[in-house]
């Protein structure tokens, strides 16, 4: 009924785009604090991007400024990740989130909305 779907995950060359989305189901986005994170193996969940639901003020981690890029679609209940220049190290298994509990990202936990993952794969 209600959950996040995510799509546009895949296998991309150094250098290379890719964009993923992430749906919102049975539920509309309005409010909430929208958020992209990434785990690689044997690591730590890392917090990638982020839209506040404060102002729309959006965040990024230090590794991706300049080249990962959040948006959203409220007309589709939306919200995207554009990857450009990719790297070896940006291959992760991506999620999205939200939360309707607060303003930053750092706030989404195991309580909040999550989708399903999508695999980046940055290889030559």
Known sequence: QEQL???GGGLVQPGG???LSCAASGFTLNYFTLGWFRQAPGKE???V???SSSMGTTTYADSVKGRFFISRDKAKNTFDLQM???DFEDTAVYYCAVTNRGYYCSGIDENDYWGQGAQVTVSS
């Open 5 to 7: 779907v995510e799509s």
């Open 17 to 19: 785009s890719l964009r």
């Open 45 to 47: 969940r890392e917090g």
């Open 49 to 51: 991007a982020c839209i």
């Open 84 to 86: 450009n220049s990719l």
